[in-house]
C-alpha cells in the first residue's frame, strides 16, 4: 500500500521556523513536493524535488524555505524559516511514481498537518 504521512506542523510565532517530514512507503517515488492550503484558498504548490535532487519553488518562500530529501529513507523535507503569519495553512506532501516534465507532483498524496504562525 503507498502511503505518505506528513509530520512536524504545529503552532510557532512569526520569525520562527518549523521543519516538516514526510515518510513514504510502498513504493519508490520519482518527484516529490509540498503544497499548502489556506483557508478560503486554492491548494498552491510550495516546493517540488525531483530524485536526482533538482528543485522548484514558490516565489513566495524562495529564499526562506528550503526542500530536500533523503532516497535512502524514502523522506522528504521542508525547512522552513522567517515564517510569516500568511505562511499558515495545511501542509500536504505529494509524490510521483514517474518523473513528468513538469514538477507538480499529484499521484499520491499525504493527510496534511496545519502549520500556523502567530502574528
Known amino acids: 500500500q503507498v502511503q505518505l504521512v506528513e509530520s512536524g506542523g504545529g503552532l510557532v510565532q512569526a520569525g520562527g521556523s518549523l521543519r516538516l517530514s514526510c515518510a513514504a512507503s510502498?513504493?519508490?517515488?520519482?518527484?516529490m513536493g509540498w503544497y499548502r492550503q489556506a483557508p478560503g484558498k486554492q491548494r498552491e504548490l510550495v516546493a517540488a524535488i525531483t530524485r536526482g535532487g533538482f528543485t522548484n519553488y514558490a516565489p513566495s518562500v524562495k529564499g526562506r524555505f528550503t526542500i530536500s530529501r533523503d532516497n535512502a529513507k524514502n523522506t522528504v523535507y521542508l525547512q522552513m524559516n522567517s515564517l510569516k503569519p500568511e505562511d499558515t495553512a495545511v501542509y500536504y506532501c505529494?509524490?510521483?511514481?514517474?518523473?513528468?516534465?513538469?514538477?507538480?507532483?499529484?499521484?499520491?498524496w499525504g493527510p496534511g498537518t496545519q502549520v500556523t504562525v502567530s502574528a
Open positions: 505529494a509524490g510521483d511514481l514517474n518523473a513528468r516534465a513538469t514538477m507538480f507532483p499529484d499521484d499520491y
Open positions: 510502498g513504493s519508490i517515488f520519482s518527484t
